[in-house]
């Protein structure tokens, strides 16, 4: 009989892992022969085999082993590695976002800027120490190959995206209690956006009323980790016990600004995702 739970405990349904591991280890011939279209409705394309084959370069002495792709789309590719100890326990795990140039385009001086200024934002962030935030690990640019790399903690139970589908497949709602431990979390998270701040690029401070806004708030960025050991959440037990720890992740819309930006509001007029964008910035 198969494992009840909830939702976000359910097997994940994109998790090829018995079918691709065993490709990739096979060599080029496997993975061009591979078709998974009988456990996911798309066929994987030659960049998402090339990315999951490559090595993941995070620069230390364990030994990584890709597991699975996580997602794909416009932005590139997500995949999962872990280092695993001989007994078969997790001993690491991280996830790699990978983007890439367009066919026929290169990475100009904007594009460098872009993405130094999304990995320094949630550098940033991650020095407050706030759990309701994704960890970025490290940042990599890779100049004679068109393409950058984002290495990420792992968030096991997906994205709020994914959550609403499976309970919407159960015909059930979210506990109410999840919806508080939400919005608590989200909260926590804006908290940690308040300055003060520096430019990505000088270092130079700003103004301490300037603020960062996220401009990409969606169920598809704000993503399930693991759940919080209970020392760590006695000032909040009730909210947060047996729960995912519930984090906002990709920073590539993010904004530092404040009443003395001159670029305020202009430049923050239809930023974000259509159906997504706050009344002020879709005027």
Same mark, same amino acid.
Request: with cysteine; glycine share 6%.
């Given at each position: 009989?198969?494992?009840?739970?909830? &939702?976000?405990?359910?097997? %994940?349904?994109? *998790?090829? +892992?018995?079918?691709?591991?065993? @490709? $990739?280890?096979?060599?080029?011939?496997?993975?061009?022969?591979?078709n998974l279209k009988t456990i996911w409705d798309y066929r994987p394309t030659t960049a998402l085999m090339n990315f999951l084959s490559s090595d993941p370069n995070v620069d230390d002495d364990q030994d990584w082993q890709m597991v699975r792709p996580l997602g794909e789309g416009g932005f590139g590719h997500v995949g999962l590695w872990q280092v695993v100890?001989?007994?078969?326990?997790?001993?690491?795990?991280?996830?790699?976002?990978?983007?890439?140039?367009? &066919?026929?385009?290169?990475? %100009?001086?904007? *594009?460098? +800027?872009?993405?130094?200024?999304? @990995? $320094?934002?949630?550098?940033?962030?991650?020095?407050?120490?706030?759990?309701?935030?994704?960890?970025?690990?490290?940042?990599?640019?890779?100049?004679?190959?068109?393409?950058?790399?984002?290495?990420?903690?792992?968030?096991?139970?997906?994205?709020?995206?994914?959550?609403?589908?499976?309970?919407?497949?159960?015909?059930?709602?979210?506990?109410?209690?999840?919806?508080?431990?939400?919005?608590?979390?989200?909260?926590?998270?804006?908290?940690?956006?308040?300055?003060?701040?520096?430019?990505?690029?000088?270092?130079?401070?700003?103004?301490?009323?300037?603020?960062?806004?996220?401009?990409?708030?969606?169920?598809?960025?704000?993503?399930?980790?693991?759940?919080?050991?209970?020392?760590?959440?006695?000032?909040?037990?009730?909210?947060?016990?047996?729960?995912?720890?519930?984090?906002?992740?990709?920073?590539?819309?993010?904004?530092?600004?404040?009443?003395?930006?001159?670029?305020?509001?202009?430049?923050?007029?239809?930023?974000?995702?259509?159906?997504?964008?706050?009344?002020?910035?879709?005027?």
């Amino acid at each position: 009989m198969a494992r009840r739970g909830p &939702p976000w405990e359910l097997p %994940d349904l994109l *998790d090829y +892992r018995a079918v691709l591991v065993q @490709a $990739v280890r096979e060599g080029p011939r496997a993975l061009t022969e591979l078709n998974l279209k009988t456990i996911w409705d798309y066929r994987p394309t030659t960049a998402l085999m090339n990315f999951l084959s490559s090595d993941p370069n995070v620069d230390d002495d364990q030994d990584w082993q890709m597991v699975r792709p996580l997602g794909e789309g416009g932005f590139g590719h997500v995949g999962l590695w872990q280092v695993v100890r001989d007994d078969g326990s997790v001993a690491d795990e991280i996830a790699i976002k990978q983007g890439h140039r367009l &066919p026929g385009c290169d990475f %100009d001086s904007n *594009d460098h +800027r872009g993405l130094a200024k999304e @990995a $320094v934002l949630q550098h940033q962030v991650n020095r407050r120490s706030c759990q309701n935030v994704v960890h970025l690990r490290r940042f990599k640019f890779y100049r004679s190959e068109q393409k950058y790399r984002f290495f990420m903690e792992y968030c096991p139970y997906g994205d709020l995206r994914r959550l609403r589908v499976r309970y919407r497949a159960k015909a059930s709602r979210i506990p109410e209690l999840f919806v508080w431990h939400l919005f608590h979390s989200l909260a926590q998270a804006i908290s940690a956006m308040q300055g003060p701040w520096s430019h990505f690029i000088t270092g130079e401070a700003y103004p301490k009323d300037y603020h960062m806004l996220h401009m990409d708030l969606k169920h598809d960025n704000v993503f399930l980790g693991y759940e919080r050991p209970s020392n760590e959440i006695q000032d909040e037990t009730l909210l947060a016990s047996n729960y995912p720890t519930i984090k906002i992740g990709d920073f590539g819309l993010a904004v530092i600004t404040g009443a003395e930006d001159v670029d305020n509001p202009n430049a923050l007029w239809a930023t974000g995702t259509q159906d997504y964008m706050p009344p002020v910035s879709s005027i």
